[in-house]
């Protein structure tokens, strides 16, 4: 064990519909986003364990040796039964934390990795030696999922790596995927990643980038959808920084203030993430463009109740006007407020409008991906056969 | 009888909430709009019936006794138990025709006039002379009650003239009010009026015309509220044509697709409207900043639901941008899809925020009045207590 060298990718999330309902138990739905995470882990001879972080600019490395009193602060076992402590969390923050702040990103990415890594390894009381780099094309703190996704590229890499599970790629293979039950092994180690960095997280955004595709969530349940097509998107992010926790406080206060008028707000997305998740499953047997159309009206729909319940912003209403200049339909996607909107593309549309849109939206000053929602959860890989950028940022050549 | 100089005025109307969501069977709140119609009648003694609409470039004269054949076709009661017919309408329309074509509006405010002193004519069996002369603030087809206001003003001059009700304007008076009987009969007859102009009205235009402030409707049934505060706004004509009745069908057609998702909006739209009605009531007693604060959180979560069930328009969203810019909450009014949207303004409101605001939307190309809403109904004027306007326009100097 801890012999192979291994590629692991995983995708971010976005919400489609359902975003803040779901805080008041409603339906919403989440898919996965195929802009990636990509983590190479390299087996070292030295004793040493080394983490590259190169979207934070950041490189720590560790004597295994070091690590071992954190070791005797976890449980024997895989950490199934236990969140992380506070204790452990700060423990792990302040070990990691250098001449970094102790709520830095990087410590708290740091703090994670090494939360993860002593979890496996405890299980067999040995520290191995290894590199880590991990590469994603998600921007940060842009409610896309990217420390889910982080979590569970490192679960995947370090449950493969340790045996726990099979690492699945074949020779000859570009690309492959775990079992349902590997799955919910690296989805449960990754929600322990994700509680060290977040502190109370739903499990959505682990769930999600684990298992791809959509999923369903409602008052505390996840499921995921039989089967989803493969939508194409522009993602826009408007850059406008937001802090999830005012808009949810927001809202909250709103229904307070006004109970009447907005719980039949939030009882209309709710129709709208269960309306749209009927769409997708009968889209898998045959997309057609009824379907198309009636998915943009939802996100328009959506969109206009979204501002409603107060979580819109002015620039995001702009990216919605901008892509409506060419045809297309948008919404804010999470916690609104700024953050990010998605804007659903036909197979049909014209590479015109989808150029046009892209050029006006980054005229506006907004970064602009086309992409996929849908795309496939968690992977491993054959180096050679990922992307050029990816090969690149993991050989660092 | 009909030997008087009557000087009559009426308001148009705005919807303050619950437009659209009305004919699905919510409450409506429609208040009086202090852009009013103002009427001046004249006898004369040449046997002769003249009827000026400066605004819509009319003249029109009749000999009294070419009426007479007409008079046949009216009931000998007011006209209280018969909607007008069919082809009373088009006997009348084809009379006022003249060289205009059979639906222009000349025609139809000619045939509408004929029908009311007809009306009121048959209860006397006499065919009186008098000059009538009708000028408006009112935009025309803008949604804001221009024919009601128009309706109401001619039944209270004509049922004044007739003596049927007082003319209620003493001595040395600047503007007087009929009794709330009177003002049943005035809206009973100006509802013929709207008859025969929109074929099957409402109501609500004529009722709010008549008694001014505010009323609630609901399901064909008006009442008016108590007592309302009244309230200062920007009126703001989008110019964008548009049709009634295709927007009305465009929300049914909505609500037949995706029912679970538009029934709970129209509900919300239903709860605004009565969370506002409460406000009113409210705000006679002390009108406070928080009252106003909640009538523009009310304004801006209808405007978002109106957009959602697809009565916007691009060119109100600028109204609101442009508004909001200046801190002032704004709205359609009315059909939606382009037409007329009302801003609220406090009391407090600094004269800077307005005027910045009416630079910016004239600036648009937008045509904009400072106004108010839950104006008084149909009243008796004298002709020196006019504003300057009104006087010139109705003595032609």
Request: proline share 5%.
């Amino acid at each position: 064990m801890w012999k192979r060298s291994l590629v692991v990718s995983a995708p971010g999330k976005v919400i489609l519909h359902g975003e803040h309902a779901v805080v008041h138990g409603k339906v919403a739905l989440a898919t996965a986003l195929d802009l990636r995470t990509f983590l190479r882990m390299t087996p070292r001879q030295d004793g040493k364990l080394s983490l590259q972080l190169p979207n934070l600019g950041s490189r720590s490395s560790w004597e295994a040796a070091e690590l071992q009193p954190l070791l005797a602060a976890l449980s024997a076992e895989l950490p199934e039964a236990q969140p992380p402590s506070t204790e452990q969390v700060e423990k792990l923050k302040a070990f990691a934390g250098g001449d970094n702040g102790h709520e830095a990103v990087q410590t708290v990415a740091a703090a994670a990795f090494l939360y993860l890594y002593l979890s496996v390894a405890s299980k067999y009381g040995v520290l191995p030696s290894v590199d880590i780099l991990v590469w994603s094309e998600l921007p940060t703190g842009a409610g896309l999922g990217s420390s889910a996704a982080y979590s569970v590229c490192l679960a995947g890499a370090l449950l493969s790596g340790s045996g726990a599970i099979s690492y699945p790629l074949q020779e000859g293979q570009e690309v492959a995927r775990w079992t349902e039950e590997e799955l919910d092994m690296i989805n449960r180690l990754a929600f322990r990643g994700e509680q060290v960095i977040h502190g109370n997280p739903s499990g959505v955004d682990n769930a999600v980038s684990t298992w791809g595709g959509a999923l369903r969530y409602i008052s505390g349940k996840i499921s995921a959808l039989k089967r989803v097509p493969i939508l194409r998107i522009l993602l826009t992010n408007s850059k406008v920084p937001r802090s999830t926790k005012i808009l949810v406080v927001g809202v909250k206060d709103k229904l307070l203030k006004f109970p009447t008028i907005m719980e039949p707000m939030l009882t209309s997305i709710d129709a709208i993430s269960r309306e749209c998740e009927g769409i997708l499953e009968a889209m898998t047997e045959e997309p057609l463009q009824e379907h198309y159309s009636r998915l943009e009206d939802l996100v328009d729909i959506n969109q206009h109740l979204l501002n409603g319940i107060g979580v819109g912003h002015s620039l995001l209403d702009r990216i919605c006007q901008v892509t409506s200049s060419h045809g297309l339909h948008s919404k804010l996607t999470g916690a609104g407020g700024g953050g990010c909107a998605i804007t659903l593309l036909r197979p049909g549309t014209a590479p015109s409008a989808v150029e046009g849109a892209i050029r006006d939206l980054t005229r506006c000053g907004f970064e602009c991906w086309e992409t996929v929602i849908g795309a496939p959860g968690v992977s491993a890989h054959s180096l050679p056969g990922l992307k050029a950028e990816a090969q690149k940022a993991l050989t660092g050549s």
